[in-house]
């Protein structure tokens, strides 16, 4: 009887040690030499989308995506290195197709599609080298990287063209109300003593991009429901669109008024100003989502 019982619990044993495998470890050292290799190979297509955040105002946000993508895959690091790690090669041409789209746009002037590319090669080889499992826990700070780049100059088109418009009707609406006579004629407002023209940097797709990025990096932070998060992104949309007509209702009185402080630095620091009332009311806003969540739940 005992001997049959030492004989059931050595098979035992052996079955639980056949069963237990252990988790393998994140090839940290592959990631990281791939990455460093990466660089060296997208270095014509980042060098002057870099170049670019100096000398383009509605790229100067950029400069802060790489390090809260950082931040951001730091504060994932556990749930990254818990994730069972495990090569999946048929990724691997998701590399080669990033690698393609990298050569079509360099090479056909499409540079929109050579940056896109540099993501997708990323995507591809922590999918590659680390598996389903790590790539799904690291994906979100690799997406962010796309606010890197500037949108394509077609799309910029038909989001300024619509914006300027929109922000010319709204501050002629609001140079109205407030008794200022104004005739408005296309992106001209017509005051008495001057014309005031709502050219392309007055669109508001500057502080659009701007505070775009900061509510999903600000979303993923500091609010872990799903729907606040898409709540947060969509609400960019009008506090742009309200801010940019205010400041240009504002740059109309002044112009009316005050017209010596209506353009140069004075005109500059009033956008800084706009902007960083625009980052208050997302942030309110946010205070109202966490107020009717704690409603819903009691």
């Known amino acids: 009887m005992d001997s049959g019982t030492s004989i059931s619990s050595v098979e035992h044993g052996q079955a639980m040690t056949a069963t237990v495998q252990p988790k393998a470890e994140l090839p940290l050292t592959a990631i990281l030499f791939f990455a460093a290799l990466l660089i060296l190979l997208y270095l014509p297509v980042l060098a002057p989308v870099v170049s670019q955040w100096g000398s383009d105002e509605n790229m100067g946000y950029a400069f802060f995506v790489p390090p809260v993508a950082i931040y951001i895959l730091w504060l994932d690091r556990e749930s990254i290195l ?15 197709l990033g690698f393609c789209l990298m050569l079509i746009g360099f090479l056909g002037a499409l540079s929109f599609l050579s940056r896109i590319a540099f993501v997708v090669t990323i995507i591809g080889v922590v999918w590659t080298v680390a598996g389903t499992a790590v790539l799904r826990a690291a994906l979100f700070p690799i997406l962010l990287l796309l606010f890197m780049f500037p949108i394509p100059l077609y799309a910029y088109q038909r989001l300024t063209l619509p914006l300027q418009s929109l922000a010319a009707d709204l501050a002629t609406w609001g140079l109205d109300t407030i008794g200022i006579p104004v005739y408005q004629q296309g992106n001209v407002l017509n005051l008495p003593d001057r014309p005031l023209e709502v050219v392309e940097a007055c669109s508001g797709i500057r502080s659009l991009l701007s505070l775009t990025f900061l ?6 932070l500091c609010e872990p429901r ?11 949309v009008p506090i742009a669109i309200v801010c940019n007509a205010s400041r240009i209702t504002l740059t109309g009185i002044l112009t009316q008024y005050k017209p010596e402080i209506a353009e140069g630095a ?13 980052l208050v009311v997302l942030l309110g806003f946010h205070r109202v989502l966490t107020r009717i969540g704690r409603r819903s739940h009691a």
């Not at 009033?270 to 009332?277: A, H, N, P, R, S």
Request: hydrophobic share 60%; charged share 10%.
């Open 82 to 96: 818990a994730a069972p790690a495990k090569p999946y090669w048929p990724a691997l041409s998701l590399v080669v």
């Open 215 to 220: 509510a999903v990096a600000y979303g993923r």
């Open 226 to 236: 799903l729907w606040a998060k898409i709540a947060l992104v969509i609400s960019t």
């Open 266 to 278: 004075y005109h500059a620091f009033e956008g800084w100003v706009i902007f960083m009332v625009e």
